[in-house]
């Protein structure tokens, strides 16, 4: 695989002329007053990326530091670490932002280094300079190259100038309706956060405003700006590794395409489209090294691009920093791209060539989040997260076999403050078609209690038609209907018969707690009797009625005539499910965590939960009422109380999980009562306001 060797400027700024001499060819210029080989690490951030770069500082006889909020306590990257600091408050801005305090952990724990992860401060040339300064090593690029690539709209300057091809900027002021659709992006950060598509010229200033708000609460930063959108294109990126005696490594292309609301969903390597085009690889990779050489860059970095199906491709972006899709790469490369980080930093030189990919790996974002309903990110508690097919976690894959790299365990917390990603579950094989396969199996076999996940769309697209084909563009969700990809796994009839071992599980349950009669069978009689009813309210299909009477030596369900029952304990239940062809032999696995029941089989995961029999009248809202979805804080109000609203019209704005999610009226009325004001926080389930339905009401005057 090509390489260059391009001039440097040097990486030394004004405040590190001071450090030994014995560091003054690290990365990004870091070093400290007492020289010497990176020891301990301080990792600028949470979940999933805290843990994954201590797995390889454990491989590396490093120590390790973690810092963590006050919702971050009890999470698994803080027990993990040798060290941890606690960031008073729970926000972004409260703790992983304040770049001060994380130095102050570095300095008060003996960290020599600091990691800064992925999001958050990573790309912040301000806390890079803060790091060296306070004599600490910086995991990351040149605090140059960082300013350089941190505004988008000054990036592509500078990479058109370098002759690499880019998109034109748009002046946010002057697009006109001939230069429609525009996508808004913010020009400090990324995922998906701050970006919006417009495609009617009268909704241009509220979407910008709307952007700069949401990059404002992410990022610091709420500066904008606008580019000409392309409705279906490839996002393909080129990781790149530098060192600082001049070797630039283009390492391996990924593929990104699948996204919702521009955040990656589906992450690959190599691209299809790639592999497809002849000499495109060569082309991305030149342009890639170019854009890194063009600024001296040193460290794990991604060049990203907007490519279309004859090959041509645009500059976007240069993250200067690790990508969360970093595993595909390392899998198909065999490279550990933290250990090169750690090492490029520590002084180190890269060998002459990288080394050549092999196979092929696919890596999925599960999050808690529901994409059938507008994507609403979940929160509360993850009872279970166990994916049975998982080989290895945080670490490299030479052989078939899935790589799970997780920020949750067992009884871990969601909360509102932070992205809702759960994990990322990646798998590797000789083929694109094996590597799919591995993936959606594991997936589908997944044991994932407590919180809704896109585990269900996951597996969707791993399986589809479109996908297998290579055929991933970024309006893949669009083009094949969300609706369709985002239906539930388990069809209504397993869906169905799910909910009767669950029933059976449950009166199992209930027989074993017994004191009294334990051994005799639930209602059970000499004469027939009336069947004992169980019922379960299913998010997907609503309420089911379980009907069933125990006999002697067998069960009889209401509407499953011929159904067997083999085994009924409370975690698992045996039918012999009556078949064309004969019985066939289904198990079935029960969890409950109050009215909560989850059930796993081959035939898909259900989730159900146990309704009273009479309901609470303390539990009835008025007709009309819109309840929180999700918990968030209140940012702005649409209307007033006593004004008419049309359906669809914007009642009131949350802002949870980093992202604007907008609360409207379901159909056309009058908002009769709206009980929450900005800046309250408020619960999933809170009623925010409540519309009295009418047959026909004007929208209201703005």
């Known amino acids: 695989m090509p390489r260059s060797r391009a001039p440097r ?6 405040c590190e002329a001071n450090m030994t001499a014995s560091r003054s060819d690290s990365v990004g210029g870091g070093g400290r007053a007492t020289g010497g080989p990176i020891s301990t690490v301080l990792v600028a951030n949470r979940g999933e990326i805290a843990r994954r770069v201590f797995t390889t500082c454990r491989r590396m006889g490093l120590s390790t530091v973690a810092v963590y909020s006050d919702a971050d306590a009890a999470a698994p990257h803080v027990t993990e670490a040798d060290a941890a600091v606690r960031l008073p408050g729970n926000t972004p801005a409260e703790t992983y932002l304040r770049g001060d305090l994380v130095i102050e952990a570095a300095l008060a724990a003996g960290a020599d280094a600091i990691h800064p992860g992925y999001g958050f401060l990573s790309e912040n040339a301000d806390f890079a300079r803060s790091v ?36 034109a900027e748009l002046d946010p ?21 701050g970006m919006r598509v417009v495609r009617d010229l009268a909704e241009l200033n509220d979407q910008i405003e709307a952007a700069r708000r949401e990059a404002e609460s992410a990022f610091g930063d709420p500066t904008v700006f606008c580019e000409r959108y392309l409705e279906t294109g490839r996002h393909i990126e080129v990781q790149v590794m530098a060192d600082a005696h001049g070797t630039i490594w283009a390492v391996g292309e990924r ?30 990779f030149d342009a890639a090294r ?21 090959g041509d491709f645009f500059f976007l972006e240069m993250n200067t920093r690790l990508q969360v899709e970093h595993p595909v790469t390392e ?3 065999g490279l550990d791209l933290v250990r090169l980080q750690l090492t490029v930093a520590d002084g180190g030189a890269l060998p002459a060539e990288p080394p050549a990919m092999r196979g092929h790996s696919i890596e999925v974002r599960l999050y808690a989040e529901d994409p059938a309903h507008e994507w609403q990110p979940q929160s509360g508690i993850v009872h279970r997260i166990d994916i049975p097919s998982v080989t290895t976690e945080f670490d490299l894959l030479d052989r078939p076999g899935v790589r799970l790299d997780s920020g949750v365990v067992d009884g871990s917390a969601v ?4 992205d809702p990603m759960l994990a990322k579950v990646i798998s590797y094989a000789e083929t694109r078609a094996e590597a799919a396969r591995l993936l959606a199996n594991a997936l589908h076999r997944a044991k994932l209690h407590g919180l809704v996940t896109n585990r269900d769309l996951l597996v969707r697209v791993l399986r589809h038609p479109a996908f297998l084909a290579g055929d991933t563009d970024t309006a893949f969700f669009e083009t094949h209907g969300l609706s369709t990809i985002a239906a539930p796994l388990v069809s209504e009839g397993d869906e169905a018969l799910s909910i009767v071992a669950a029933a059976l599980a449950d009166a199992a349950a209930n027989r074993g707690a017994a004191r009294v009669g334990g051994g005799l069978p639930s209602g059970w009689r000499n004469l027939p009797s009336q069947s004992q009813v169980k019922l379960y309210e299913s998010r997907t299909s609503g309420v089911h009625e379980v009907g069933y009477r125990f006999t002697r030596g067998a069960v009889a369900v209401d509407g499953h005539d011929g159904l067997e029952l083999i085994e009924s304990a409370p975690t698992t239940v045996v039918f012999a499910v009556p078949g064309e062809r004969g019985p066939v032999r289904r198990q079935f696995e029960v969890a409950r965590y109050g009215d909560l029941v989850c059930v796993d089989s081959p035939l898909g995961p259900v989730s159900a939960r146990r309704l009273r029999r009479f309901s609470d009248p303390a539990d009835q809202v008025a007709t009309g009422s819109l309840l929180a979805p999700m918990p968030g804080s209140v940012i702005r109000l649409g209307a007033q109380v006593g004004a008419p609203v049309a359906a669809g019209q914007p009642i009131l704005w949350l802002e949870a999980m980093k992202m604007e999610h907008t609360i409207a009226a379901p159909a056309a009325g009058v908002l009769t009562a709206l009980n929450v004001t900005v800046g ?7 009623v925010l306001a409540v519309v009295e339905p009418v047959e026909t009401v004007e929208p209201a005057a703005n």
């Not at 600490?136 to 592509?156: F, Y």
């Not at 309250?680 to 809170?686: E, F, I, N, P």
């Open 9 to 14: 400027a040097s990486a030394s700024s004004g």
């Open 132 to 167: 060296q300064a306070a004599g600490l090593v910086w995991i990351g690029p040149p605090v140059a190259a960082i300013e350089q690539m941190g505004s988008k709209v000054a990036s592509k300057k500078l990479m058109d100038a370098a002759g690499v091809p880019v998109l």
């Open 173 to 193: 002021a002057e697009v006109t309706a001939a230069q429609l659709p525009v996508l808004i992006k913010a020009s400090a950060g990324g995922g998906g956060r």
């Open 255 to 284: 593929e990104c395409s699948i996204q919702r609301r521009h955040q990656k969903v589906v992450e690959e390597a190599p691209s299809p489209l790639v592999e497809r085009i002849e000499s495109m690889r060569e082309r991305l």
């Open 290 to 310: 170019l854009a890194a050489g063009a600024i001296g860059y040193t460290g794990a970095g991604t060049v990203e691009f907007l490519a279309d199906e004859q």
């Open 331 to 333: 899998c198909t490369t």
């Open 415 to 418: 909360g509102v403050h932070y």
């Open 680 to 686: 309250q926080q408020v619960d999933v389930g809170t």
